[in-house]
């Protein structure tokens, strides 16, 4: 089994900037892919970037530019540099990590971008 932590959500005006973190324990060597999904009201969760492997990342659309997603493997931890957000950003970010292992989830954390 692999436990996922975020943290670093909150409250930022527009053009503000964020940074999740996402802890990683358990077997957390068996990982092959990590991402962030994010869910707003009303809405399908939605992939936002995602490392697999030692591939470059991949983002959405929506961010790219303004998000960077990090992994350090040897810390076991994710994170997710948000700059510039906009209010459309407002969401519940999710870490998500696969492997060998299944799927894994987080709990959540809340990111509201208001003035």
Same mark, same amino acid.
């Given at each position: 089994?692999?436990?996922?932590?975020?943290?670093?959500?909150?409250?930022?005006?527009?053009?503000?900037?964020?940074?999740?973190?996402?802890?990683?324990?358990?077997?957390?060597?068996?990982?092959?892919?990590?991402?962030?999904?994010?869910?707003?009201?009303?809405?399908?969760?939605?992939?936002? !970037?995602?490392?697999?492997?030692?591939?470059? !990342?991949?983002?959405?659309?929506?961010?790219?530019?303004?998000?960077?997603?990090?992994?350090?493997?040897?810390?076991?931890?994710?994170?997710?540099?948000?700059?510039?957000?906009?209010?459309?950003?407002?969401?519940?970010?999710?870490?998500?990590?696969?492997?060998?292992?299944?799927?894994?989830?987080?709990?959540?954390?809340?990111?509201?971008?208001?003035?």
């Amino acid at each position: 089994q692999v436990q996922l932590v975020e943290s670093g959500g909150g409250l930022v005006q527009p053009g503000g900037s964020l940074r999740l973190s996402c802890a990683a324990s358990g077997s957390s060597s068996a990982i092959y892919a990590m991402g962030w999904y994010r869910q707003a009201p009303g809405k399908q969760r939605e992939l936002v !970037a995602a490392i697999i492997s030692r591939s470059p !990342a991949n983002y959405a659309d929506s961010v790219r530019g303004r998000f960077t997603i990090s992994r350090d493997i040897a810390k076991n931890t994710l994170t997710l540099q948000m700059n510039s957000l906009k209010p459309e950003d407002t969401a519940v970010y999710y870490c998500n990590a696969g492997g060998a292992l299944g799927t894994f989830w987080g709990q959540g954390t809340q990111v509201t971008v208001s003035s």
